[in-house]
């Protein structure tokens, strides 16, 4: 047993106060006159006997009770696990979750309200001069700060529900920032949560061993839930008035199967398409609704579904951009090719502008999804970097050769890029010998493929090398499997070579049936749109075409009254927005720059929260080992558990208790315990 406060116990001298006081009693005695010296002795005697043994028992209660009372000023405790070095100056870390998962219904409200009532009882269980921090998934920087108690308090009463969903590790990080700066104080950290599976990424969670790590775990039921978690569209570039397909992938996270589930899928706030699934249990599966019916402009859509108890991921947003026309850019050498001409101007739908290759406007390129460059003998170092950047982005670059090039200048201008170069021309008349069909331009473009088809017939081309690493995929082959024409990734774009120029006097590809429907093919699968929506709390950068703003026209996210001013970075060929935590609303927002509206962007919660399945104790232990004894809060308060572990097992409650009895036992002792009842003896 250990004290808070020994210098309580010299008090302990003053119980020689009883003990001189009952030593000398100085009562003075009263005289009784009786017939009969023989009766009165044995009286006297027998008075005597009994006057002591009362004396004697107000004596030990009477010290008893002033020991108990000196003890409790002493604060006896037994010591906790983490009561090495009670009363000195405590610093404690409460992470409350305010994750969406948090707002599930138990027999106290919400899960986030039985949160911030267990971080006041944490806190309550500490003295009135330690120092608290509140943290909470939001990682806001107010938090990295200590509180008083009363201001921790008001702290937790203004938490709300978050986005944001941080792994266990990421939160013991935080904690440890703060704490490992209080040199001279107790550390201790507390994590209130209901502790979801998706709370680990697998790996043991590293912890300061300095400080005293303890899990309060709220309980929870599994609810069924099913959410949207992705989508896409099957279409690349998206025309006004044409039929469009939207691949939705539900998860069904419950145990059990989900049955006729209704989901509606909402364009600029009118219903597209409406549809019932039902989902086997812990399974996903991906449904296809088609709409059509679009204007030019930036859509907004919504897919909504109805799935109770759990609704905060009942609506998923995406937006795309319907574009009037399509840019499309023709570098040559100074004269036109009629074929790329002839190519573009069948479809009013593809804009294409010509220049030279010395007039070109780099500054313009990323507006351009696709990219011809043809007939150019040799590529000047400017273009050729400009160019790579381009593809770097995400642009498509397609390259025809010109039929005088100079193959030095092409190997030093593709190889970079990772795309085969022409090596070497070789004359001979030949014949393309395969299409590959598995190739996204030619995939699903056949309804049947003849087993004798016309191919383009080639009389002299360029042989196309290229490094070991290079992840080409053709598009036409010649015999011997020499590439006609192939496709490179490079960057986050893609580079597409061609073994012949667009010349008839090297093949009859220009001419042939299958040139113009891969030219679109490309086209239509070229360009580098922004993506169908955003995570909140996972994409931390959002990057849009190159936008230009100052002080005075400053780049706003916009939605409804809600407005919020990204930070801004320009990088080559593109904007870059960091939003940070500014967002704490899902929605479909507008890029706007000034009054005009740049892009609309999408973001949805992070499906992390949707899986409601949870860690048991056995589960924390495993993950978290240096942790303290996982608190199951239950309806009792934490804060004698709080307070046995971090003090040990306070007695000055029981000094005070067993005072008080003694104190009620003299008490009883001089009110009821009668020693002058006389006993007279008479003789037989």
């Not at 920087?141 to 308090?153: A, I, T, V, W």
């Not at 950290?189 to 969670?205: E, H, I, P, R, W």
């Not at 570039?237 to 691949?247: A, C, D, F, W």
């Amino acid at each position: 047993m250990h004290f808070l406060y020994p210098a309580f116990l010299f008090a302990l001298l003053s119980l020689a106060i009883p003990v001189i006081i009952h030593l000398f009693n100085f009562r003075r005695y009263q005289k009784v006159y009786f017939s009969n010296v023989q009766f009165l002795k044995e009286i006297q005697e027998q008075q005597a006997s009994r006057r002591n043994l009362k004396e004697r028992l107000i004596l030990a209660s009477r010290l008893l009770a002033l020991a108990f009372l000196v003890l409790a000023f002493a604060r006896p405790y037994i010591p906790g696990k983490n009561a090495a070095n009670s009363g000195k100056l405590q610093a404690v870390s409460v992470f409350v979750d305010n994750s969406y998962s948090m707002q599930t219904l138990n027999k106290e409200g919400t899960l986030l309200d039985e949160a911030k009532r267990r971080a006041k009882e944490i806190a309550s269980a500490y003295n009135i001069n330690d120092r608290f921090q509140l943290l909470t998934q939001d990682f806001e920087g107010k938090h990295q700060r200590l509180l008083s108690r009363d201001e921790f308090n008001d702290a937790v009463d203004a938490v709300k529900i978050s986005p944001q969903s941080r792994n266990i590790q990421q939160i013991v990080n935080r904690q440890q920032t703060l704490l490992s700066t209080q040199h001279n104080a107790i550390l201790s950290a507390y994590l209130v949560s209901d502790f979801q599976k998706n709370m680990t990424n697998g790996k043991s969670v590293k912890a300061d061993s300095s400080i005293h790590f303890n899990l309060v775990q709220l309980k929870a039921s599994e609810l069924p839930n099913v959410a949207v978690d992705s989508a896409w569209l099957l279409t690349a570039v998206h025309r006004p008035g044409e039929s469009e397909k939207l691949v939705v992938r539900l998860h069904n996270y419950a145990g059990e199967k989900a049955e006729k589930i209704p989901l509606k899928l909402q364009i600029n706030g009118s219903q597209k398409a409406l549809g019932s699934f039902t989902i086997d249990a812990r399974s996903v599966q991906n449904d296809t609704l088609s709409f059509s019916g679009l204007q030019s402009g930036w859509q907004r859509g919504e897919i909504q579904l109805q799935d109770n108890p759990v609704t905060f991921d009942n609506q998923f947003y995406f937006t795309f951009n319907v574009k009037q026309q399509m840019p499309v850019l023709l570098i040559d050498g100074g004269v036109a090719n009629p074929f790329l001409k002839a190519v573009f101007n069948t479809d009013p739908f593809f804009s294409a502008k010509r220049v030279t290759d010395g007039n070109v406007d780099y500054a313009a390129l990323g507006t351009f999804p696709l990219i011809v460059l043809s007939d150019v003998k040799t590529i000047s170092t400017g273009l050729a970097q400009q160019l790579k950047t381009y593809t770097a982005m995400g642009g498509t670059l397609m390259i025809f050769p010109s039929v005088d090039a100079d193959l030095a200048n092409y190997k030093a201008f593709l190889q970079p890029m990772n795309a085969a170069w022409p090596e070497k021309l070789i004359a001979g008349d030949t014949k393309v010998s395969a299409i590959n069909l598995q190739n996204p331009v030619f995939k699903n473009i056949f309804e049947s493929y003849p087993q004798k088809p016309d191919l383009p017939v080639v009389k002299k081309y360029y042989q196309l090398n290229s490094a070991p690493n290079s992840n080409g995929e053709s598009l036409m082959e010649l015999p011997g499997r020499q590439y006609l024409w192939a496709g490179y990734n490079s960057g986050k774009g893609k580079v597409y070579v061609s073994a012949v120029p667009l010349d008839d006097d090297f093949s009859n590809l220009p001419r042939h049936a299958l040139f113009v429907p891969v030219m679109f093919r490309i086209a239509l699968l070229s360009g580098h749109d922004q993506p169908l929506f955003y995570t909140m709390g996972e994409d931390e950068s959002i990057e849009v075409p190159p936008v230009q703003s100052n002080e005075k026209q400053l780049l706003k996210l916009v939605k409804g009254g809600q407005a919020i001013i990204p930070d801004v970075r320009q990088q080559e060929g593109s904007t870059l927005l960091y939003v940070s935590d500014q967002l704490q609303e899902t929605g479909n927002y507008e890029l706007k720059k000034g009054d005009s509206t740049i892009s609309v962007l999408a973001f949805n919660d992070n499906r992390k929260e949707s899986d409601m399945s949870y860690l048991n104790g056995t589960d924390l232990k495993q993950i978290f080992p240096t942790a303290g004894a996982v608190l199951q809060a239950g309806q009792a308060s934490l804060k004698g558990e709080v307070s046995e572990l971090n003090f040990g097992l306070q007695l000055w409650k029981l000094c005070i208790i067993l005072a008080l009895i003694f104190l009620a036992a003299e008490i009883l002792l001089i009110r009821y315990y009668k020693s002058d009842k006389q006993r007279i003896a008479t003789q037989v």
